[in-house]
């Protein structure tokens, strides 16, 4: 999951070395309503105001199957296939990488991205599709460094969906996602941090991670 060098030439370019090779990929991975974007948005602040060039994005991405997957399979009640779902967020992300990470990737900076091929795993995963399969065809994506989960019970976020227009608010839908989330936690395809605590103490968690992340690998 994760590169030595990328984090390690992150470190030597601020210490004034000359090695530039590509920045750092991390994700931020959490049920719907779970504080995942908040805390992608802290995470990209908190990392600049300590001097790291990072940004911001997100999946479905801003590219037009982005704006398609949100108009026509995110905001309607009935929820489509979950093969036509897996399909399009795996075009999407293609897109998204060669357009959006790899470019700023390239110019060595750090990509925090808000939802990433993991939540393929876990929603079209928990929809009964196979993992392997969802695997297949997203072998096109770029292996994050660092992936952080958000960890927040499916009743509190279930809450949180009331009033929303999401095809995702059934408790039942997010239950079954947790589970597959927390299967990647197990096999340590993502970092787990508590969410169900004041912003600010998770913000603090997810900043001490990727920061002890960065210190460890600027030492190989």
């Known amino acids: 999951m994760s590169n030595g060098n990328v984090v390690g030439n992150i470190f030597c370019e601020k210490a004034g070395c000359h090695v530039k090779e590509r920045g750092m990929f991390i994700c931020i991975e959490g049920?719907?309503?779970s504080g995942k974007?908040?805390?992608?948005?802290r995470l990209v602040r908190n990392l600049q105001k300590r001097g790291f060039e990072a940004i911001y994005t997100t999946e479905?991405?801003?590219?037009?199957i982005g704006k398609f997957i949100r108009k026509?399979?995110?905001q309607r009640r009935k929820r489509v296939p979950s093969v036509v779902e897996a399909l399009l967020f795996a075009v999407?992300?293609?897109?998204?990488?060669?357009?959006e990470i790899k470019p700023v990737l390239q110019e060595g900076k750090i990509v925090v991205s808000d939802r990433y091929v993991y939540?393929?795993?876990a929603?079209?995963?928990?929809?009964?599709l196979d993992t392997?399969?969802?695997?297949?065809?997203?072998?096109?994506?770029?292996?994050?460094?660092?992936?952080?989960?958000?960890?927040?019970?499916?009743?509190?976020v279930v809450r949180r969906l009331r009033g929303r227009r999401s095809v995702m608010e059934r408790l039942e839908i997010q239950r079954k996602v947790q589970e597959v989330y927390m299967r990647l936690v197990k096999n340590g395809s993502l970092i787990p941090v508590d969410g169900n605590r004041p912003r600010g103490e998770v913000s603090k968690d997810v900043l001490t991670i990727v920061l002890d992340f960065l210190k460890s690998w600027g030492k190989h």
């Open 72 to 74: 026509y399979v995110l």
């Open 92 to 99: 999407d992300r293609v897109d998204h990488v060669e357009k």
């Open 31 to 33: 049920l719907d309503a």
């Open 132 to 156: 392997k399969w969802i695997e297949e065809i997203n072998e096109l994506a770029l292996p994050p460094d660092l992936a952080i989960y958000i960890d927040v019970s499916a009743e509190v």
């Open 123 to 128: 929603y079209q995963g928990a929809a009964g």
């Open 37 to 41: 974007t908040t805390h992608a948005h």
């Open 60 to 64: 479905p991405s801003a590219g037009e």
């Open 119 to 121: 939540s393929s795993l």
